[in-house]
């Protein structure tokens, strides 16, 4: 059992949202998974340790960090759903790598709709040349899905706001230069939607470590890593947004880029999984046939197919919904969630169907039943979704980001027009 490599074509049923652009994506994709991905995969595999730099290297040579960095800030501004078409291929490979290429796609979604003009000309260029790397730092010890819960303090002291806290499960915190931290900016009794702001902290700051790297479960070589924040200076205009726009960055952030991202993993992990499982059914002689021939076992491949076509049309619907501007945050929400739990049960059927054969220490089918359950968590967890998608199902949600966000973004680029030395309020 080896890793899936060989290059598929998109099925057509995505003709309607692929343009050529993206096809031409894919192919690269593809062959870049093939060529330069798939032969570091036992080696990251084996060493669980380690991060991995030299595919976030290639990936950056490639400029595939710039790809939802509008063009004024030196990226390509391909939009959603070339990045969910880079992520989900690469996944297919390495879910690793695809982790990677994605956890810095959900900082630049949040600079995009809040940082102001000077703020993007700062912190965008080094993310489009792979230089400058960013992580989304939310979640804390005691604060995971209960963002009203978080612990880090941001005091003002002269020019500057000071920092203390920590924060865990950072994805990128060992390949970063900076962060982009949520910290408590109000007493307690301030409503969280008010209580929160987003600080942009550079890597070398004083005061700030990253703890060594633990591996997890699953995606070897991704880094998801504790910072520790001792009394870090951050200057005025490393604020982004609003002082208590916070929350509305972290959540606006999360159902927008974090939501499609981990459905575009879970969906290139199901590919694999499917991809294996049909090779490894057809090649298994029984009776007169292979097993695949089995009324049962057909029948299973049936449902496992029935999963992956609805995942990848939830999946890729979604982000054509957010590049067209229309509101999506069901879409993007319930792709997450049902991309994850479809590729688990896909890949338990693909382990039950392998018997034996599933269980080598070594093989493509132990890596994707790790690497599946780290796409629970991240975005929310399977929980969470329900819960905003009883909201949406009882008319009891906010607005959609997906509709605010563009409301949002206008207003940066109108403060930032109008007053352009302006420190933010
Ligand atoms: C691979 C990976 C990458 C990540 N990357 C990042 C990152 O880049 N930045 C970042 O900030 N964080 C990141 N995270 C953290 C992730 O966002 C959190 O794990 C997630 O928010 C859940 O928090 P928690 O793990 O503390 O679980 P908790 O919130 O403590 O939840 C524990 C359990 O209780 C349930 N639960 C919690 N609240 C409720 C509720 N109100 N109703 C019903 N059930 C509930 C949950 O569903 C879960 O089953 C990452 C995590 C992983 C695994």
Redesign the pocket.
């Known amino acids: 059992m080896t890793t899936t490599v060989e290059p598929t074509a998109p099925p057509p049923a995505l003709s309607t949202i692929l343009n050529p652009g993206h096809l031409r994506l894919w192919s690269e994709a593809d062959a870049f998974a093939a060529e330069e991905v798939a032969p570091h995969v036992a080696r990251m595999e084996a060493a669980p340790g380690q991060v991995e730099r030299e595919i976030t290297d290639l990936m950056a040579r490639r400029r595939w960090f710039a790809l939802t960095v509008p063009r004024q800030y030196g990226g390509l501004g391909a939009g959603n759903v070339a990045k969910t078409v880079l992520i989900h291929r690469l996944a297919r490979v390495s879910a690793a790598s695809a982790?990677i290429l994605q956890?810095t796609h959900i900082p630049v979604g949040a600079l995009l709709g809040y940082a102001t003009h000077e703020q993007k000309m700062r912190w965008l260029p080094p993310v489009a040349e792979g230089s400058g790397l960013l992580?989304?730092?939310?979640?804390e010890p005691e604060a995971?899905?209960?963002i009203g819960g978080m612990e880090t303090m941001a005091v003002h002291d002269g020019a500057d706001w000071v920092l203390n806290g920590s924060?865990i499960?950072?994805?990128n915190s060992h390949l970063a230069t900076a962060h982009l931290v949520i910290a408590r900016t109000a007493p307690d009794g301030v409503r969280t939607s008010q209580a929160l702001t987003a600080f942009l902290v550079e890597a070398d700051s004083e005061g700030l470590t990253v703890q060594p790297h633990r591996p997890a479960i699953g995606?070897r070589g991704f880094s998801?890593g504790r910072l520790e924040l001792a009394d870090v200076r951050v200057p005025e205009d490393n604020v982004v947004g609003k002082v208590g726009q916070g929350m509305d960055i972290a959540q606006s952030s999360s159902i927008l880029y974090g939501r499609p991202n981990l459905a575009a993993i879970s969906l290139g992990v199901h590919d694999a999984a499917m991809e294996s499982t049909v090779s490894f059914l057809q090649a298994r002689h029984r009776y007169d046939g292979s097993l695949a021939d089995i009324p049962a076992v057909h029948q299973r491949i049936g449902a496992m197919a029935s999963r992956l076509g609805a995942a990848r049309t939830l999946a890729y619907l979604a982000v054509h919904l957010l590049d067209q501007g229309i509101a999506c945050d069901t879409e993007l929400i319930n792709a997450k969630y049902l991309g994850h739990r479809y590729a688990a049960r896909s890949v338990q059927d693909a382990m039950e169907l392998h018997a034996a054969q599933g269980l080598d220490g070594t093989g493509l089918l132990q890596r994707l039943l790790r690497d599946i359950q780290?796409t629970y968590?991240?975005?929310?967890?399977?929980?969470?979704q329900l819960?905003r998608l009883a909201d949406d199902a009882l008319g009891i949600s906010p607005a959609p980001w997906s509709e605010r966000l563009t409301t949002a973004a206008e207003a940066t680029w109108a403060r930032s027009d109008s007053d352009l030395n302006a420190t933010p309020a």
Not at 135 to 139: L, S, Y
Not at 377 to 384: D, E, K, L, N, Q
């Open positions: 982790a956890a992580t989304i730092a939310v979640t995971g899905g209960h924060k499960h950072i994805g995606l998801a780290c968590a991240p975005a929310g967890t399977g929980m969470i819960l």
